[in-house]
């Protein structure tokens, strides 16, 4: 499976989202307000018309390794 590592255009977005992701998916987020999800979670998006930017497409491994490298730099 794919994975997106995706930020929202504005705040309204991101607020819409999180209702929606979090009834679908497992959502993993990141600092500076950068989500991870499953690539058919996107769907649900458009969908709802919530706008975002993909920034990177992952693999499992990939989204592994960004946990990792967000714990190791707490907040």
Same mark, same amino acid.
């Given at each position: 499976?794919? /994975?997106? #590592?995706?930020? /929202? ?5 991101? @607020?819409?989202? @999180? $209702? ?5 998916? #497992?959502?993993? @987020? &990141?600092?500076?307000?950068? /989500?991870i @999800? ?5 769907? $649900? ?9 993909? &920034? ?7 989204? &592994? ?11």
């Amino acid at each position: 499976m794919r /994975f997106a #590592k995706i930020q /929202f255009e504005s705040t309204e977005d991101r @607020v819409r989202a @999180v $209702g929606e992701l979090m009834q679908r998916a #497992k959502v993993v @987020v &990141l600092r500076e307000g950068i /989500f991870i @999800v499953p690539e058919p979670a996107l769907e $649900g998006l458009t969908a709802q018309r919530v706008h975002y930017t993909v &920034l990177q497409w992952l693999n499992q491994d990939d989204v &592994l390794e960004a946990l990792r490298n967000n714990l190791a730099h707490p907040v």
